[in-house]
């Protein structure tokens, strides 16, 4: 299974046991088990399929020595965050409240967004501030320069 490639954005509502339908143009591509987690660069939680999520694990704490102090918080952070899914035949997942409470999910409304090899899910209030406080040119021009793109 090659890198799995989320694109797009949907609205979605959670509902009264914080259950979310994963769309399903999503459903093939995270396959049968998969993660839930903390996301590592915003105020989202990160589904990620269990090859990518494998990946990821492999690749940090490979990187971070036994005694790195601060990496191992942040390791710890990470992986006591994750939970292992399997998606209910209905295509449903339980978000748990402290990820709610990570991502600062504090009503039904949330909006998932592909991301190359996951999906973000963010309170669509928060995401809807991040999209009005990103200007997409600059950032673009920034990255472009940065990565020699």
Known sequence: MGLAKFTGEFEHTLDDKSRLIIPSKFRTSLGDKFYLLRSVNADSIWIMPETEFNQLIDEVSSKISQTDVAGQKWLRLLVS???????ENQ??????????????IRDAKVTLI??????????TERWKEQEEQENFIDQTQKVYEKYGL
Not at 91 to 104: D, S
Not at 114 to 123: L, P, Q, R, T
């Open 114 to 123: 592909g991301a190359i090899n996951h999906i973000e899910v963010w309170s």
């Open 91 to 104: 295509g449903r997942v339980l978000i748990p409240q402290k990820l709610k409470e990570i991502a600062g």
């Open 81 to 87: 965050s994750a939970v292992s899914c399997v998606m």
